[in-house]
């Protein structure tokens, strides 16, 4: 699968006071992820992004997994 990144994205993932998960990002990281999702949705059952702050996501934020299941 071909992931793509728009120009200087940002992205961030936490969790607010009641555990909510949060995703924050820049103009260019919600294009990021608004590709990278439709990429997913025209991939098998069982394809998933892995994100993390190794490699795209903002130092401090949680591992995040999206993955198509149906």
Do not use: C, P
């Not at 940002?10 to 999702?37: F, M, P, T, Y």
């Not at 892995?50 to 299941?69: F, P, Q, R, V, W």
């Amino acid at each position: 699968m071909k992931i793509e990144w728009v120009g200087d994205f940002k992205i961030e993932v936490g969790l607010d006071i009641d555990n909510a998960v949060v995703i924050s990002a820049n103009r260019d990281g919600l294009l990021s992820l608004a590709r990278q999702l439709t990429t997913l949705a025209d991939e098998s059952v069982g394809s998933h992004i892995h994100y993390d702050e190794y490699n795209s996501l903002e130092d401090g934020s949680i591992e995040m997994i999206i993955a198509k299941t149906w």
